[in-house]
């Protein structure tokens, strides 16, 4: 699908007819399903596990939050059944070939969850903080180093910013998560972000590195002086940083990402069973985030292994009105829009053993 999500991407609202409201879960399921991947999915998956197990109790969905890096890598060496990335394959790598070669078919990669990362910092006697997304690169790129800067300055007026150094805490695995971050300041900081986006955080760039989600969590609450970044169902009780959006500040919402991802578009180069989001990180629409994360699911469309309908069903649940819905009450995400999701149900559907 080539054209804007705007008309679908505002219908995030629970509907109840149509392929999206049926879980398909039949309670009679029976087997065990490992995947891994995605650490900001943590708190949804554990949702959709516990729901999917409740509804099927003689089956059994084991996840590993090891980073989707990791998960990629375990689900194209068969370690995994299904991965969960916090980014898509990446075309113009070897991911898709290898996918292909693991699957003995076509791989098939949908989204299935989409929240906003939160800048997170840890300054004392700082509780709000403006930044716009040139003065968060440079924070990162180690080019601001203070606190005080007049950069931030300039966005915090009558805020006491403290003449103390600024920490930057960057991702040390492989992650969707490091891969979206970058890419927002790549395409949204108007050049003062000098890297490509990637998994993988610039060796060139100082920091404190921190493994996982629940490892960056920790580092910015234990050191002073700290920023860094993490999906937002992580953070209670930090404090986070609101990013310039056209003329205003926006704090990290399910809201806001669901507004990005209205403004945004659907990849038309991939395939058939290849539904993947291009988020538009420039846009300036009112009360939009678009430093968000849109997650994929990621299996086989074609496979003889034992838990393939297990895996068929319990994508079918993640997709449903009702898996959705439990995502955004355990982990504070947007549901995803509901022709984005008939369409993903649609190449789910389709997976066969």
Same mark, same amino acid.
Request: hydrophobic share 40%; aromatic share 6%.
């Given at each position: 699908?080539?054209?804007?999500?705007?008309?679908?991407a &505002?219908?995030?609202?629970?509907?109840?007819?149509?392929?999206?409201?049926?879980?398909?879960?039949?309670g009679?399921?029976?087997?065990?399903?490992?995947?891994?991947?995605?650490s900001?999915?943590?708190?949804?998956?554990d949702?959709?596990?516990?729901?999917?197990?409740?509804?099927?109790?003689?089956?059994?969905?084991?996840?590993?939050?090891s980073?989707?890096?990791?998960g990629?890598?375990?689900?194209?060496?068969?370690?995994?059944?299904? %991965?969960?990335?916090? /980014?898509?394959?990446?075309?113009?790598?070897?991911e898709?070939?290898?996918?292909? #070669?693991?699957?003995?078919? *076509?791989?098939?990669?949908?989204?299935?969850?989409?929240?906003?990362?939160?800048?997170?910092?840890?300054?004392?006697? +700082?509780e709000?903080?403006?930044? *716009?997304s040139?003065t968060?690169?440079?924070?990162?790129?180690?080019?601001?180093?203070?606190?005080?800067?007049?950069?931030? %300055?300039?966005?915090?007026?009558?805020?006491?910013l403290?003449?103390?150094?600024?920490?930057?805490?960057?991702?040390?695995?492989?992650?969707?998560?490091?891969?979206?971050?970058?890419?927002?300041?790549?395409?949204?900081?108007?050049?003062?972000w000098?890297?490509?986006?990637d998994?993988?955080?610039?060796?060139?760039?100082?920091?404190?590195?921190?493994? #996982?989600?629940?490892?960056?969590?920790?580092?910015?609450?234990?050191?002073?002086?700290?920023?860094?970044?993490?999906?937002?169902?992580?953070?209670?009780?930090?404090t986070?940083?609101?990013?310039?959006?056209?003329a205003?500040?926006?704090?990290?919402s399910? *809201?806001?990402?669901?507004?990005?991802?209205?403004?945004?578009?659907?990849?038309?180069?991939?395939?058939?069973? *290849?539904?993947? +989001?291009?988020?538009?990180?420039?846009? /300036?629409?009112?009360?939009?985030?678009?430093?968000? &994360?849109?997650?994929?699911?990621?299996?086989?469309?074609?496979?003889?292994?034992?838990?393939?309908?297990?895996?068929?069903?319990?994508?079918?649940?993640?997709?449903?009105? =009702?898996?959705? =819905?439990s995502?955004?009450?355990?982990?504070?995400? %947007?549901?995803?829009?509901? =022709?984005?999701r008939?369409?993903?149900?649609?190449?789910?559907?389709?997976?066969?053993?």
């Amino acid at each position: 699908m080539a054209g804007g999500l705007a008309a679908l991407a &505002l219908a995030t609202t629970l509907t109840a007819c149509g392929a999206g409201n049926e879980s398909g879960s039949s309670g009679g399921l029976s087997g065990t399903l490992n995947g891994a991947g995605s650490s900001a999915q943590t708190a949804a998956m554990d949702a959709w596990r516990k729901d999917f197990q409740t509804d099927n109790p003689s089956a059994t969905i084991n996840y590993d939050p090891s980073g989707s890096g990791a998960g990629v890598e375990a689900f194209l060496q068969k370690a995994v059944v299904f %991965a969960g990335s916090d /980014s898509a394959l990446d075309p113009d790598s070897d991911e898709v070939d290898k996918a292909k #070669q693991r699957c003995g078919s *076509d791989p098939i990669e949908v989204p299935n969850y989409i929240s906003p990362i939160a800048v997170v910092f840890n300054v004392e006697g +700082v509780e709000e903080l403006n930044l *716009d997304s040139p003065t968060l690169a440079k924070i990162f790129e180690g080019q601001i180093t203070k606190w005080n800067d007049p950069a931030i %300055a300039a966005t915090n007026p009558g805020v006491a910013l403290p003449d103390g150094p600024v920490r930057p805490v960057h991702r040390s695995d492989e992650s969707g998560t490091t891969k979206n971050f970058t890419d927002y300041l790549e395409k949204a900081s108007e050049g003062a972000w000098t890297n490509e986006a990637d998994k993988v955080w610039p060796a060139t760039l100082k920091g404190e590195a921190a493994a #996982q989600t629940s490892g960056m969590v920790a580092t910015v609450k234990q050191t002073a002086g700290s920023i860094g970044y993490a999906d937002l169902s992580a953070t209670q009780g930090m404090t986070t940083v609101k990013i310039k959006v056209g003329a205003e500040f926006v704090a990290p919402s399910a *809201d806001g990402a669901a507004k990005a991802l209205a403004a945004s578009k659907t990849d038309d180069s991939r395939g058939e069973t *290849d539904l993947v +989001v291009d988020l538009d990180r420039a846009t /300036s629409a009112a009360g939009a985030y678009p430093l968000a &994360l849109v997650s994929y699911l990621i299996g086989c469309q074609s496979s003889d292994d034992e838990q393939a309908e297990v895996a068929k069903e319990f994508f079918t649940y993640v997709l449903s009105d =009702e898996g959705q =819905e439990s995502a955004a009450k355990s982990a504070g995400s %947007a549901p995803l829009p509901t =022709e984005l999701r008939e369409q993903a149900a649609r190449i789910v559907a389709g997976m066969s053993s």
